[in-house]
């Protein structure tokens, strides 16, 4: 109606849109939030280092993962422990200035399962555009009974603080197999005359098995040459 006042109200299609926002902020705080959860922090309680990889070469440049390590809780109730695989893929790109694709796949042996969050696989990071802008969880909250409580949390910035030193850099994940995780890597701009890293970690479920895991990455310049390097080693 001519002359009437405009309307302040959202609109609700925007109102949706807000309120799904606010939703999935929640999920993710909860996730990773003990203040919010009802179980405690576990502890590792056992350690070892995974050797450095062999160098492979990229071109002028190479290839390899560096500070790989395992921890693993004390077993529960039911005998069960969670254990956790932690590694960096280092890649020194020479003079390469291009796209630089990168997976890497922790491999653990059969037997073992990978951990739950209340939402989804324990695997960091999660699936992000921009990988240098996702933060590292202090406490990652997992679907597992102890303490009495089906909740309890785990440390992971004790290994690290940040996922890579680039700003140019996505991460997915492939689809899920039994037994193992992959992360998909793209470094958009390639080099920038230093070392290109990529941190990740993944956490895993296990009773009898030993923990153990190979880690294997794979780094691919466009249209250029492909790069391995792999390391493994386990708790006995």
């Known amino acids: 109606m001519e002359g009437a006042e405009p309307s302040s109200r959202l609109p609700r299609g925007a109102m949706a849109v807000v309120a799904i926002g606010l939703l999935a902020t929640l999920a993710a705080h909860l996730l990773t939030n003990t ?6 922090r576990i502890d590792w309680e056992a350690s070892a280092d995974l050797p450095d990889s062999a160098p492979d070469g990229l071109g002028d440049g190479e290839v390899r993962i560096t500070g790989a ?14 254990f956790r695989i ?8 020479g003079s390469v200035q291009r796209r630089i694709d990168a997976d890497c796949t922790t491999e653990v042996p059969d037997g073992v399962i990978i951990a739950r969050t209340p939402g989804r696989r324990a695997s960091f990071p999660q699936p992000s555009e921009d990988l240098a802008a996702q933060e ?12 009495g409580s089906d909740t309890n949390g785990v440390e992971l910035t004790d290994a690290f603080e940040s996922y890579t030193n680039t700003a140019d850099a996505l991460v997915e ?3 899920y197999r039994q037994g193992r995780h992959t992360w ?3 470094f958009k701009g390639g080099g920038d005359g230093g070392p290109l890293r990529a941190r990740f970690a993944s956490m895993w479920r296990t009773t009898t098995t030993d923990p153990a ?12 040459p492909t790069a ?6 386990g708790l006995g």
């Not at 203040?35 to 405690?40: I, N, R, S």
């Not at 932690?86 to 790109?93: F, K, V």
């Not at 391995?228 to 080693?233: E, I, K, L, N, V």
Request: glycine share 8%; net charge negative; proline share 3%.
């Open 173 to 175: 994940w492939s689809a």
């Open 69 to 82: 390590e395992i921890d693993s809780t004390r077993d529960n109730n039911s005998g069960y422990r969670i």
């Open 184 to 186: 998909e890597y793209v």
């Open 86 to 93: 932690i590694g960096s893929l280092e890649i020194d790109p």
């Open 228 to 233: 391995t390097a792999t390391t493994r080693g």
């Open 213 to 224: 895991a190979t880690i294997t990455c794979r780094v691919t310049e466009a249209r250029g």
């Open 35 to 40: 203040d919010l959860a009802t179980g405690e």
């Open 136 to 147: 590292v969880p202090e406490i990652v909250i997992l679907r597992f009974n102890a303490k």
